[in-house]
C-alpha cells in the first residue's frame, strides 16, 4: 500500500538516464547486457506456484514420462553402448598390433567411438532426472567442455569418413582431397577445431557467479542466447549441409568405368552411412530444441512444463543415439563384423567339442 503522502509518478525510459536516447551505441550496449543477464532464467519445473491447478496433472505425468526414459536409458542403451564401445576398441587395436597398418577409415572410426564412449560417460548427469545435477557454474561450464568436444569431434570426424568413402568411389584429384589420404593429420585438425569451438563456447556459457550453485545440464540453461546459436550454427547446421553435400555427390555424380555399382558400394561401407543418416535425425530433433530455448530466452520466458519434458526427452535421444552408433559400428562394419563371427565360430567349437566329449563319456 502507498501513503497518502506519496502519489504515484511515471518514470520516464531508462534510455534517458544512461544518455541512451542521444547515443545509439549506449542503448546496443544496454539490450546486449540485458540479454546477457540470465540471472532470472529457471526451469518451469522449479517454479510450481506459477503453475495453474489445471496443469499440476499434466506437470506431473511428465515427470513420470521423463522418469521412465531415463531409467529405460540407464538400464538398456548404456551398457549396450559401452559394450559395443569396448568391444570396437579391443578389435582395432588387436587389428593393428597384428598388421602394424590401420586403415583411414578405421582411424576415423576410432576416433568417432572414443568420442561417443565420452559422451556416454557424460550422460551420467541424466540419471539425477526428473530433477536435475546440482553443480556450481564452474563444474557446470567444464562439463559442459568436454561434452561439447565431444560432440564436435563425432560430427566433424564423421564429415571426413563420408569424405573418405567419397574418395574411394571417385579418384582424388584436388589438393583437399588428397590431404585426406593424410589420415592422422585430418585427425589432429578436426581434435583443434572441437578444442576451439568448445573453448568458444564456454565462454558463451557466462562468466558470472562462478561459485553459485545451479541446476546443470550438459548444455547450461544459464547460458547466453548465442551459446545455442553457435551450438546450431557450428554443431548442426555446417555439418548437416556437408553430409547432404557428400550424399548428392555420391547419388548423382557418375562414376569412373573401373568403380563398382552404387549398391555394392553402400553394402561394402554400410556403417558409416547409417551412422551418419541416424545421427542427422537425432541431431535435428535436438536442435530444433535448442531453437526453441533459445528463443523463449531472448522473449523473457521460462516456457512451460511441457516444453522442458520435449528437451530432456531430446537431450536423452541424444545420448541414445551415441549407444546406437556404436552397435551399429559394431555390426555392420567389415573388421568388426568378421571379428564378431570369428568369436561366435569359437564358442560353437567349444561347445560341440564339449558335447561330444561328454557324449563318449557316457558310452564308456
Known amino acids: 500500500r502507498l501513503s497518502a503522502g506519496f502519489k504515484y509518478t511515471k518514470f520516464p525510459p531508462l534510455q534517458q538516464y544512461s544518455g541512451c536516447s542521444h547515443n545509439p551505441h549506449a542503448g546496443v550496449a544496454l539490450r546486449r547486457m540485458t540479454s546477457h543477464n540470465m540471472t532470472w532464467i529457471s526451469y518451469p519445473s522449479k517454479n510450481l506456484a506459477f503453475i495453474s491447478p489445471e496443469e499440476i496433472e499434466a506437470f506431473i505425468a511428465s515427470q513420470n514420462i521423463i522418469s521412465r526414459l531415463m531409467h529405460c536409458y540407464i538400464a538398456f542403451f548404456v551398457p549396450t553402448g559401452l559394450i559395443a564401445g569396448i568391444c570396437i576398441l579391443i578389435i582395432f587395436i588387436k587389428n593393428y598390433l597384428q598388421h602394424r597398418v590401420i586403415e583411414n577409415l578405421d582411424l576415423f572410426l576410432l576416433h568417432f567411438t572414443i568420442s561417443n564412449i565420452i559422451m556416454i560417460f557424460l550422460s551420467f548427469t541424466v540419471i539425477s532426472r526428473p530433477d536435475y545435477l546440482k553443480a556450481t557454474h564452474l563444474a557446470c561450464n567444464v562439463l559442459s567442455f568436454f561434452f561439447n568436444f565431444s560432440y564436435f569431434n563425432s560430427q566433424y570426424v564423421l564429415i571426413l569418413m563420408l569424405l573418405i568413402l567419397l574418395l574411394k568411389r571417385f579418384p ?54 548465442e551459446y545455442e546459436i553457435t551450438k546450431f550454427t557450428f554443431g548442426f547446421g ?8 557428400c550424399f548428392t555427390v ?59 519434458l520435449v528437451m530432456n526427452i531430446a537431450e536423452i535421444v541424444l545420448f541414445c543415439e551415441s549407444c546406437a552408433s556404436l552397435v551399429f559400428i559394431l555390426f555392420f562394419h567389415k573388421p568388426c563384423k568378421d571379428e564378431i563371427l570369428k568369436v561366435i565360430q569359437k564358442c560353437r567349437r567349444k561347445n560341440s567339442a564339449n558335447t561330444s566329449s561328454t557324449g563318449r563319456k557316457k558310452d564308456i
Open 250 to 308: 555420391l547419388l548423382t555424380k557418375v562414376a569412373p568405368a573401373e568403380a563398382p555399382a552404387l549398391q555394392q558400394h553402400i553394402r561394402t561401407y554400410p556403417a558409416a552411412y547409417i551412422i551418419s543418416i541416424t545421427i542427422f535425425i537425432c541431431h535435428l530433433f535436438y536442435n530444433i530444441m535448442i531453437l526453441f530455448r533459445t528463443t523463449f530466452k531472448l522473449q523473457k520466458s521460462i516456457g512451460t512444463p511441457k516444453n522442458e
Open 238 to 245: 555446417i555439418p548437416s549441409f556437408l553430409q547432404i553435400f
Open 172 to 225: 582424388p584429384r584436388t589438393v583437399l582431397c588428397k590431404a585426406t589420404q593424410r589420415p592422422i593429420l585430418c585427425v589432429g585438425i578436426v581434435l583443434i577445431y572441437a578444442f576451439c569451438l568448445s573453448l568458444t563456447e564456454a565462454v558463451l556459457v557466462g562468466t558470472d557467479n562462478y561459485l553459485l550453485e545451479t541446476d546443470c545440464q550438459l548444455d547450461p540453461l544459464f547460458a547466453w542466447p
